[in-house]
């Protein structure tokens, strides 16, 4: 089963949901964490489910659920059982699928819409560091030790049935290697494979995307490779890289363009999404055909997009 290609067949562009985390300390919450986003699946579930669900309302196809940080050592550091863990990892999911069932009961919701899909965020090994080290991929690992890592976190996330997976901010082959590695495990989903970038050729570890797309996105349980958390004046010549060596969809979801300083945890620099649909255009001019936000993008940014793809694309 692959929902992407289902959903693709049906439509020229997905349209993915914003960030999540940032979105929430908008909402209030205190992030300051080193389970960061995942803290608030324990202390206020709610608040993720109503931010899945505005996402929905804003136009976003997909869902990516809140386990982007959210691992089962890092629970069991907090004192939490491995039998609570697995059920907070479970539970990320639940909210996201219960966003998207309550939002496609509504018959006006279903009006030129699909029935949107919940991704179940996979970060990578330096999410659960929490040092920044996701930044640079230089962890000290090796594929096997990382395929260790992250297998029992795939494994509560696919019994908690969500439609794919969505690997996201890799920043380096090997773990890329490891996560399709585990792909087999679970034959029942797909996964899109989704890098963080330092510049428009290369991966956040320094190797040329070219290379790494090439071998990933051969896997068949790949449904889409692409680049995300990373800044838009890159997009366009990463995915015209990824789009030189496979046929498999892109997705690109950049961040706004500022950029994380691990060491205050605060957010520097200059965004560059003040219109994003417009960035949206040329992303999918270059071949993207699954779009969306991560860190400081907003329900906002969500909708622009996808009033100008009902405008331009999806009955061009």
């Known amino acids: 089963m692959n929902p992407i290609a289902d959903a693709l067949a049906q439509r020229p562009l997905l349209i993915l949901d914003g960030a999540l985390a940032t979105e929430l300390e908008r909402r209030g919450c205190d992030l300051a964490d080193p389970l960061w986003s995942a803290k608030v699946l324990i202390e206020n579930p709610a608040l993720i489910q109503a931010v899945h669900a505005d996402y929905f309302a804003a136009g976003a196809d997909v869902a990516i659920t809140a386990s982007y940080q959210a691992t089962i050592p890092g ?38 819409r699909i029935r949107p899909l919940v991704a179940a965020s ?105 680049i995300n958390c990373t800044a838009p004046r890159f997009i366009a010549d990463l995915i015209r890289a990824i789009r030189s060596v496979t046929d498999k969809p892109v997705v690109v979801y950049p961040n706004s363009g500022e950029a994380y300083d691990p060491v205050c945890q605060c957010w520097i620099g200059l965004a560059e999404v003040d219109d994003f649909a417009a960035q949206a255009r040329q992303w999918y001019d270059a071949g993207a055909r699954l779009i969306g936000g991560c860190c400081r993008t907003t329900p906002d940014h969500i909708r622009a997009l996808a009033a100008w793809a009902a405008s331009e694309v999806m009955h061009g």
């Open 122 to 226: 996979i970060g990578p090994y330096g999410a659960y560091l929490h040092d920044g080290s996701e930044y640079r991929g230089e962890y000290g690992l090796s594929v096997a030790d990382l395929i260790d890592f992250h297998r029992p976190r795939m494994a509560a996330l696919a019994d908690a049935e969500p439609d794919l997976f969505a690997c996201e901010t890799i920043p380096c082959w090997d773990e890329a290697r490891a996560l399709v590695a585990l792909l087999p495990e679970f034959p029942q989903l797909t996964a899109w494979i989704s890098f963080s970038a330092r510049d428009g050729v290369h991966t956040s570890r320094g190797e040329p995307i070219t290379e790494v797309a090439a071998e990933i996105a051969a896997h068949p349980q790949v449904a889409a490779i692409g």
């Open 75 to 112: 629970f069991m550091a907090r004192g939490l059982s491995e039998a609570e863990a697995i059920a907070l990892l479970q539970r990320s999911v639940a909210l996201a699928r219960a966003a998207r069932d309550a939002f496609w009961a509504e018959p006006a919701n279903q009006i030129g």
